[in-house]
């Protein structure tokens, strides 16, 4: 996800510790401990499937582009890099096939466009 | 305790108000929500000619980096311009440019009271009798910006006038460019449909208009008996093609998960009372294509909001949970437009 989880979350510490001090206004309590259980709930949703998610997005494009390099780091660092690596490339590849009008590897490409987004779909989404 | 804002916002206002006197701030408080500006609500009591006062009023200040980058002079022009007329809207009181008075810059506006924004309220049951009241109220209203003369307005001196043609190009440009800026990963889906859009795109606008260009289910306020009686959140608001207005609100997100324009009533019955009211027609090719491009609008501003985040010009929690919420949601809605989910 974006921003990155580890990011959030150390902003989040300092925030939550900023919000327990007794000289922080209540009227900032309210709207910071709200949304920092909001933002808690997503990260937990996220997290067992993080980088299984990744590894299957990444092989599947790979697989696409015909890039045949296999991840030997399973960091969530390093798979996300990795996936924009592999987005970057795949957005040039959708570009040719529809230059080139070949239906089929665009079809190929908006299929693999519309797994992706049932990987990443949270409970909470709206669509 | 007292927040830091009261004593700073009461020096200000005494600025604005020499006839008052033993004036005092309270109760301020932050709104939860606001990400294109901090939005606080708080109290206002003094003495003048004599006698005791006591004022509800709104605060809106902008943030260091804001999810949505606009100029608040626009905004407050905006609602200036509407107020009194059949769009209802909040009375503005003053706009303050400088940085010196509460560190950013801001407008104060009374507060309407009494009445609620949140789209989980309109839907948890209790509003259910009146959903299509509220609905033709909305869509009534749109029709009705819609038909406004910006020149008679005022803000075609405050806002760019493209010309009808122009519209959609602009708008495209403008949201491409906050990609090329802000992405902080490659965004296939959104790309994919912006050259769709450029490739297919809509034609001149049936006049120039005043665009909200945020005029969805939670930026109005509502009461029990499905009246309309605030128009909020201006911050977008440009002059150009109705349809943009029209279609922001058929963005599937906003939706909320019911499957119906705005949360509220079939598509075709949101559009019906939106013709009746401006005047205007909605072919169904162009309004797709604005229903399109509010679907990269869209996933543009939950991009801004991730980059504001990471470049630290905002960490407020608001940033990271539209991105995390909506990135998503919003590719997804693309493909839903794209009939391709």
Same mark, same amino acid.
């Given at each position: ?31 910071? &401990? ?10 937990? #949703? ?16 790979? #697989? ?21 690596? &592999? ?41 | ?25 309270? %109760? ?6 606001? $990400? ?40 407050? $022009? ?9 769009? /209802?809207?909040?009375?503005? !009181?003053? !706009?303050?440019?400088? =940085?010196?008075?509460?560190?950013? /810059?801001?407008?104060?506006? =009374? ?10 309220? +309109? ?22 910006? $819609? ?37 902080? =990963? ?18 001149? $606008? ?25 128009? +909020? ?35 075709? %019955? ?28 869209? %996933? ?26 909506? !990135? ?14």
């Amino acid at each position: 996800m974006t921003p990155e989880v580890p990011a959030v979350l150390a902003e989040m510490a300092g925030l939550l510790m900023r919000t327990a001090s007794p000289g922080a206004p209540d009227a900032e309590r309210t709207s910071a &401990l709200t949304l920092s259980s909001m933002l808690l709930m997503v990260a937990a #949703e996220v997290w067992d499937a993080a980088a299984q998610n990744l590894v299957q997005e990444n092989r599947a494009i790979a #697989e696409l582009l015909g890039d045949h390099s296999l991840e030997s780091d399973l960091h969530l660092s390093v798979l996300r890099a990795e996936n924009s690596r &592999l987005r970057a490339e795949l957005i040039a590849a959708h570009i040719i096939a529809e230059n080139a009008g070949d239906q089929i590897r665009q079809d190929a490409i908006w299929a693999e466009l519309r797994a992706s987004t049932d990987r990443r779909r949270l409970s909470i989404s709206l669509v | 305790m007292s927040h830091p804002l009261e004593a700073r916002l009461a020096r200000y206002i005494e600025t604005q108000m020499p006839e008052a006197s033993d004036i005092e701030v309270s %109760q301020i408080e932050r709104i939860s929500g606001g $990400a294109s500006r901090e939005t606080y609500r708080f109290v206002l009591n003094y003495r003048q000619d004599g006698a005791a006062q006591t004022r509800r009023l709104i605060l809106r200040r902008d943030p260091p980096a804001s999810l949505i980058d606009t100029d608040r002079r626009i905004e407050f $022009a905006a609602y200036r311009a509407f107020y009194g007329s059949t769009v /209802p809207v909040p009375r503005m !009181l003053w !706009l303050e440019e400088a =940085e010196t008075a509460l560190d950013h /810059p801001f407008f104060i506006a =009374e507060e309407l009271t009494g009445f609620q924004t949140a789209p989980q309220l +309109l839907f948890a049951g209790g509003y259910d009798k009146v959903l299509a009241k509220v609905a033709d109220r909305k869509w009534s209203i749109l029709g009705q910006i $819609a038909r406004a003369d910006p020149a008679a307005l005022g803000l075609t001196s405050v806002m760019a006038s493209p010309g009808v043609d122009e519209c959609w190009r602009r708008e495209l440009d403008h949201w491409e460019h906050i990609f090329d800026t802000d992405e902080a =990963e490659p965004q296939p889906i959104a790309r994919a449909a912006i050259r769709w859009l450029r490739s297919n795109p809509p034609p001149p $606008a049936q006049k120039l208009c005043v665009v909200h260009g945020d005029y969805r289910t939670g930026n109005f306020l509502f009461d029990q008996e499905g009246e309309i009686h605030g128009v +909020l959140d201006w911050e977008m608001a440009h002059l150009g093609d109705p349809l943009e207005d029209l279609a922001w609100g058929f963005n599937p997100i906003w939706e909320f998960g019911r499957g119906l324009a705005g949360g509220l009533v079939p598509q075709d %019955q949101a559009i019906a009372i939106w013709r009746k009211s401006s005047g205007l027609i909605a072919d169904p090719a162009a309004l797709h294509w604005w229903t399109l491009f509010n679907c990269v609008k869209g %996933q543009g501003i939950w991009v801004g909001s991730a980059r504001a985040f990471i470049d630290g010009g905002n960490k407020e929690p608001i940033m990271v949970y539209a991105a995390w919420w909506l !990135l998503n949601a919003q590719d997804r809605a693309i493909l839903k437009v794209m009939g391709r989910l």
